[in-house]
């Protein structure tokens, strides 16, 4: 599966840190998924302030949108960033589990009729369970 390099990486601040490496998607998607552009960013986009605590945290968001107003992939992966204290944390439940389930929603067979419309398959971390939560959404 060619993964381009990221499109973009949002600089953050020093509270913060970005649960995933860009080497950790690549590696755990291997070659059963099929060949398909994926556009990988980085984003700070709606970040925790310093000292501000949440109760769930996104930490990724893969999506399928063809109806882009930029001519980028079809198929991306939004990494987010967490509070430093939380990263290695946040990374045992989602190496390997997390990434598991974004490759498995990238791996499902598609119709015609799901692949005219915008998908997304976010994961959260829960901080009071220390847990993935994750959904889907379409329009």
């Given amino acids: 599966m060619p993964i381009n390099p990221p499109i973009r990486k949002t600089k953050i601040g020093g509270h913060l840190c970005y649960p ?7 590696s755990s998607f291997g070659t059963e998924i ?8 980085f984003s700070g986009w709606n970040a ?3 000292h501000e605590h949440r109760q769930i945290y996104r930490i990724m968001t893969a999506t399928y949108n063809t109806h882009r107003y ?13 509070p430093r204290e939380l990263r290695s ?17 990238f791996i499902e067979p598609r119709s015609k009729l799901w692949l005219a419309e915008r998908h997304a398959f976010r994961l959260q971390f829960v901080v009071a369970t220390g847990n993935l939560e ?3 959404e379409y329009e």
């Fill in 20 to 26: 995933l490496k860009f080497s950790d998607i690549t």
């Fill in 34 to 41: 099929p060949i398909m552009d994926v556009g990988v960013s």
């Fill in 48 to 50: 925790p302030r310093p």
């Fill in 70 to 82: 930029l001519p980028l992939q079809p198929w991306s992966i939004s990494i987010y960033p967490v």
């Fill in 89 to 105: 944390v946040v990374r045992l439940v989602l190496i390997p589990g997390g990434l598991d389930l974004i490759r498995a929603w």
């Fill in 134 to 136: 994750h959904d889907t």
